[in-house]
């Protein structure tokens, strides 16, 4: 089981960007497949985007809808950290961001059950 540690959020304006960071313990970081999911007060915890790979480790992104053209993700094999770019943030990002992770390829990116590693969370407040 690899550990996971977020970091980057905090308050920002609406329009803002931040940077969420998550740095996994794990030496096998480079076959990892690695998530983000946020969690709102009174709300599901609900899918962000995920870094995963193919044949010869070619890596693909997905996104939520709600954060397609806004977010990026991408990762950096050297530091074991993968980063989520968050641009154009509006209120309704508001909520905890965890960083989640599986040692191999996953099937359902998007579904919280594909993943055996989480970080503890971070929380980003976007303004109005």
């Known amino acids: 089981q690899a550990q996971l540690a977020e970091s980057g959020g905090g308050l920002v304006q609406a329009g803002g960007s931040l940077r969420l960071f998550c740095v996994a313990s794990g030496r096998t970081f480079r076959t990892a497949s690695m998530g983000w999911f946020r969690q709102a007060p009174g709300k599901e915890r609900e899918f962000v985007a995920a870094?995963?790979?193919?044949?010869?480790?070619?890596?693909?992104?997905n996104y939520a809808d709600s954060v397609k053209g806004r977010f990026s993700i991408y990762r950096d094999n050297t530091k074991n950290t993968v980063y989520l770019q968050m641009n154009s943030l509006k209120p309704e990002d508001t909520a905890v961001y965890y960083c989640a992770g599986r040692s191999q390829n996953v099937g359902r990116v998007s579904s919280e059950y594909e993943y055996d590693a989480w970080g503890q969370g971070t929380q980003v407040t976007v303004s109005s």
């Open positions: 870094h995963t790979w193919q044949k010869s480790l070619v890596y693909y992104a």
